[in-house]
């Protein structure tokens, strides 16, 4: 897997450039249900005003820059996309300097593998890419982080792929009861659970679904199930249960030191080889919402990244059992 760090201040020719790189791969996924299964711009534009009005001159600027097609202008909108699935885990280590860590589990083969550092509507904010001005996990400038795990329901519904979400919650939220209020107004086509961590420790999880208003938690582990498992194949296979078992055993009875918590996250239970399923860790990220700085991390690689300090740069990574 080649992992590369960009930074753009505003939407110019990087990202245009992404866009033409990852645009086929993104227009047959897309697609892959028929056109006449996704909105139309229409529909897309219409909800984007209803709720997340501050982002539409940045969809417009990047519709232009991506060429202005009606398939291009819809896959950007994120509204009501093809359901996708992810198997994921993700912690608050809070200790004298609180982390936010996750491991991010899905298939390689549709993964931007980029991190990206923008100025986007004039505010910084650094995370790793999906869909190529979504997130699935970043941190901004006011010292708020962010970090998604698949909610482990079959149930879609109308409303946005969540990567979006979160983008949308970085350009716009400093703290995590400002998050908290918009996860749980913005509506999510799949369930979802996203946790913020803020610069002053506090903290949310916030259980998302298309078919049932959003619960606000003070929980500081989330893994692919909500309040009650629900898709029971589902858990498991992913192990959900007792991933968010060994976690709050390693904050709760163990009180580990952040090295050895975040050490944890590259052994099983938590990491995962099962990549013919789907399903593998692709990466460990690691959260300072004061310092405004994240680590990647692999079994043998370990790099930092700074928001205020950014240096992009490009990593090959050796995932175990992917060619």
């Not at 960009?6 to 645009?23: D, H, N, Q, V």
């Not at 299964?37 to 501050?54: D, F, S």
């Not at 820059?65 to 909108?77: C, E, P, Q, T």
Request: proline share 7%; with cysteine; net charge neutral.
């Amino acid at each position: 897997m080649y992992w590369r760090a960009i930074s753009e201040e505003t939407p110019g020719p990087k990202w245009a450039g992404l866009f033409r790189e990852y645009w086929s791969g993104y227009r047959a996924w897309w697609l892959r249900e028929g056109e006449t299964a996704r909105p139309t711009y229409a529909e897309g534009l219409r909800e984007l005003r209803n709720h997340m009005p501050e982002m539409l001159p940045l969809y417009e600027e990047l519709c232009e820059l991506a060429g202005g097609s009606d398939h291009a202008a819809r896959f950007l909108s994120f509204y009501t996309p093809p359901p996708y699935l992810a198997s994921c885990s993700q912690a608050i280590w809070a200790g004298k300097e609180p982390v936010m860590v996750r491991n991010y589990d899905y298939n390689p083969m549709a993964f931007d593998a980029l991190t990206l550092r923008t100025r986007w509507m004039g505010r910084s904010v650094m995370g790793t890419s999906d869909g190529l001005w979504g997130l699935v996990d970043g941190v901004n400038d006011k010292g708020l982080s962010i970090s998604l795990t698949f909610g482990g329901r079959r149930v879609v519904g109308e409303g946005f792929g969540v990567p979006l979400i979160l983008r949308y919650v970085l350009q716009i939220c400093e703290t995590a009861q400002e998050a908290g209020e918009v996860l749980a107004r913005v509506p999510t086509h799949m369930s979802y659970n996203v946790t913020v961590l803020d610069r002053k420790r506090n903290y949310l999880t916030v259980m998302m679904a298309p078919d049932r208003p959003a619960i606000i938690t003070h929980a500081a582990v989330a893994t692919n199930h909500q309040e009650n498992v629900e898709w029971i194949s589902h858990a498991r296979f992913t192990a959900t249960v007792e991933r968010e078992r060994f976690l709050l055993q390693r904050l709760r009875l163990h009180r580990d030191p952040e090295e050895k918590f975040v050490g944890a996250f590259l052994q099983p239970p938590l990491y995962s080889t099962a990549f013919a399923h789907g399903f593998g860790t692709l990466y460990t990220a690691l959260y300072r919402p004061r310092k405004k700085q994240m680590e990647l991390r692999w079994p043998d690689v370990v790099w930092p990244l700074s928001l205020d300090e950014f240096v992009e740069g490009a990593r090959e990574i050796e995932l175990p059992g992917v060619a």
